[in-house]
């Protein structure tokens, strides 16, 4: 770099019986002669500790502040695979609850009234349970699951107990799916009537995470006396729902996960 200053500072000696006659005079020539000095060199020449700054100049821009990823919320509709299984008329609860295959499979309703149900009307026993399976394709493996809600809608006019677990189902079920869940439990909830968004607990969050890229499937059972193996003694031991075939988006059985 070229010396700024032109012509170089030169400075008049100084007196020596001027400074012995005005001592604080000439401590502050000589400081002021020194700062000149310095301001000169380190034009031409940074010092080793400003080797790094740019004289007179702004320096290099610095980069923008990294802000905190937004967490990624996935809405899932439900398959319209999702289905109801059913038994009905047995005379034991055993019958009911522990066949390996149901009466019948349903898996083009838009709702039903028994869609998960233990009952003993009269002296005969019901058990009905629903199977959904939710396509998960869309969220990337690389993903770490913060948190799952699953949204489903009662048909009415009863509130129940249902619990949830992982469901080992065919697609589409079969009569022979009847038994097909295992696995810790993913929630017990006390539904309301209308739409009910139940928030899953760790063991689901583990379940969805393996299932990355795949399908998740889910079985909804009545707690009470289907969960817990009780034989009922009487009615209203149920809870209708709405499936993936009705036409209402807001009805339809909904995975929310939202993505760190």
Not at 13 to 38: D, F, S, V
Not at 139 to 165: D, V
Request: proline share 8%; hydrophobic share 35%; with cysteine.
């Amino acid at each position: 770099m070229t010396n700024p200053i032109t012509p170089p500072l030169t400075f008049e000696p100084l007196n020596l019986e001027t400074c012995r006659a005005n001592r604080q005079w000439c401590k502050k020539e000589i400081t002021k002669r020194l700062m000149l000095l310095l301001l000169e060199y380190t034009r031409s020449k940074p010092l080793p500790f400003m080797a790094h700054i740019e004289p007179f100049g702004p320096g290099p821009p610095r980069p923008p502040p990294q802000s905190a990823p937004e967490p990624s919320i996935y809405t899932i509709f439900s398959n319209i695979s999702d289905s109801v299984l059913r038994n009905t008329d047995k005379s034991t609860w055993t019958l009911a609850r522990d066949s390996a295959a149901s009466d019948a499979a349903n898996d083009t309703a838009q709702s039903y009234s028994f869609s998960a149900q233990a009952e003993r009307p009269a002296a005969l026993f019901y058990c009905a349970r629903s199977f959904f399976d939710f396509d998960l394709s869309s969220i990337p493996a690389s993903k770490t699951i913060a948190s799952a809600t699953l949204s489903l809608t009662t048909t009415g006019p009863y509130a129940h107990t249902i619990s949830i677990q992982k469901g080992t189902q065919n697609i589409p079920s079969t009569v022979n799916d009847f038994q097909a869940f295992t696995g810790a439990l993913f929630l017990n909830k006390t539904t309301s009537i209308g739409l009910n968004i139940i928030t899953l607990n760790a063991a689901a969050i583990t379940y969805l995470q393996s299932v990355l890229i795949s399908t998740a499937k889910l079985c909804v059972r009545e707690y009470n006396f289907d969960y817990l193996d009780v034989a009922p003694t009487a009615l209203f031991g149920r809870v209708g729902l709405y499936y993936s075939d009705t036409p209402t988006d807001a009805d339809k059985p909904t995975l929310t996960i939202t993505t760190d």
